[in-house]
C-alpha cells in the first residue's frame, strides 16, 4: 500500500512543473508557469517557505539539487533560454551562476555523479544538451554538444559513476573504475546515450522504440550490479525498459513497461532503483516494480488528489 504522507501548498499562481526533495529529504524545491522557484522546509510533516527565487522571466521546468558535499546548490531551467545555479550562504539564497548559451527553451537539467565534481547537464529545444563545469574560483566550464536531438531535447539523466560490475569485479584496494556517460530523450523520438572520451563527449548509442517524443530518461540508480537500467517515456503512451548486461554498453534491450492511454510526462526511481514511479496525463501516478520472472507489475496508483490508494490486482491491471 502507499499513502500519501503530506500536501504542500506551494501559493504558486501558476501551473507547478517540478518538486525535487532535497538529498536529505528535509527541502521541497518547486517551479513554475508563474517564473519563481520556491524552496519549502518540509520537516516534521510542516512546511516553511523558505526562499521565493526570482530570476526567470518564463516558465520554469525544472529543478535539480546538487550533492550535499558541495553546500545547498540548485539548479533551474527555463523557456527563459537561461539556466540559473542558486546557492545558499548563511540562509540566504543567491545566483551563483547564469547561464544564457541556448537558443531556446532549456527544458531539462541534471547534476551529475557528485565524483566528478560539479557538473551540470543541460538540455534545450534548441536540440542541442550542454555541460557546465564548476572548475573553482566561480568560473564554470561549458561545452556543448550540438544537434544531440533534431527539433530539440526534452531530458536528461545521468547513469551512476561506477561501471556495471566493477563493485563486484573490482580487486580489492583499486578504485572503482568510473566513466561519465548520461542520457537523453528528444523530439526526434529517440533515446540517445553520450559517453566521454579524451575529454570530447560522443553518442555513444541510439536507442529506438518509440513512435512520438521522448518526454523523459531516467536512468536507474546502481547498487554494483552488473546490469544497465534506463526508463524512457513518450507523448506515444508508452514506457519502455532499456536494460544492458555487457559490460562495454554496446547492447540495450527494450521491455514494453505497460502502454497507458495518454501521455506519459515523468518516469523517476527510487534510490535502490528498483521502483519506478509513472505520471502522466492521465493525472495518476504509478509504481512499477521488477517481479522474480522479470515483468514488470504495477503495485500503487495515487489518483490526483485522492489520500487513500488501492494496490492494483493483476485483471485491474489489465484493463488499464
Known amino acids: 500500500m502507499v499513502s500519501v504522507i503530506n500536501t504542500v501548498d506551494t501559493s504558486h499562481e501558476d501551473m ?11 527541502r521541497l524545491a518547486t517551479c513554475s508557469s508563474d517564473r519563481s522557484v520556491k524552496i519549502f522546509d518540509v520537516k516534521n510533516g510542516g512546511q516553511i517557505l523558505v526562499a521565493d527565487l526570482r530570476g526567470h522571466e518564463g516558465p520554469v521546468w525544472q529543478v535539480a539539487w546538487a550533492h550535499p558535499m558541495y553546500g545547498n546548490i540548485l539548479a533551474s531551467c527555463s523557456y527563459d533560454r537561461k539556466v540559473i545555479i542558486w546557492k545558499e550562504e548563511n540562509g540566504t ?4 551562476y547564469e547561464y544564457t548559451g541556448h537558443d531556446s527553451s532549456v527544458n531539462s537539467v541534471c547534476w551529475g555523479p557528485y565524483d ?6 543541460c538540455g534545450s529545444s534548441d536540440g542541442a544538451i550542454s555541460l557546465l563545469t564548476f572548475s573553482g574560483d566561480g568560473q564554470w566550464d561549458v561545452k556543448k554538444i550540438s544537434n544531440a536531438h533534431t527539433i530539440g531535447c526534452n531530458a536528461v539523466s545521468w547513469a551512476p559513476a561506477v561501471v556495471p560490475g566493477s563493485l ?6 583499486q578504485k572503482p573504475n568510473y566513466i561519465k556517460r548520461f542520457v537523453s530523450g528528444g523530439c526526434d523520438n529517440l533515446v540517445k546515450l553520450w559517453k566521454e572520451e579524451d575529454g570530447q563527449w560522443k553518442e555513444d548509442q541510439k536507442l529506438e522504440a518509440h513512435s512520438d517524443w521522448v ?6 540508480p546502481s547498487i554494483g550490479l552488473p546490469t544497465s537500467t534506463i526508463a524512457s517515456c513518450s507523448q506515444d503512451g ?6 544492458c548486461d555487457d559490460p562495454a554498453g554496446n547492447t540495450w534491450t527494450a521491455k514494453l513497461l505497460h502502454k497507458f492511454s495518454d501521455v506519459v510526462w515523468h518516469v523517476s526511481w ?3 532503483g528498483n521502483i519506478l514511479a509513472v505520471s502522466g496525463g492521465d493525472n495518476k501516478v504509478t509504481l512499477w516494480k521488477e517481479s522474480v520472472d522479470g515483468q514488470w507489475a504495477c503495485i500503487s496508483d495515487v489518483n490526483k488528489g485522492q489520500g487513500a490508494v488501492s494496490a492494483i490486482t493483476e485483471g485491474q491491471q489489465n484493463e488499464q
Open 168 to 173: 563486484i569485479d573490482q580487486p580489492s584496494g
Open 93 to 96: 539564497w543567491d545566483k551563483m
Open 270 to 272: 527510487s534510490i535502490t
Open 215 to 220: 518526454r523523459d530518461v531516467g536512468w536507474a
Open 116 to 121: 566528478f565534481g560539479l557538473i551540470l547537464a
Open 238 to 243: 508508452r514506457v519502455f525498459i532499456w536494460t
Open 16 to 26: 507547478i512543473h517540478d518538486a525535487q526533495m532535497d538529498y536529505y529529504g528535509t
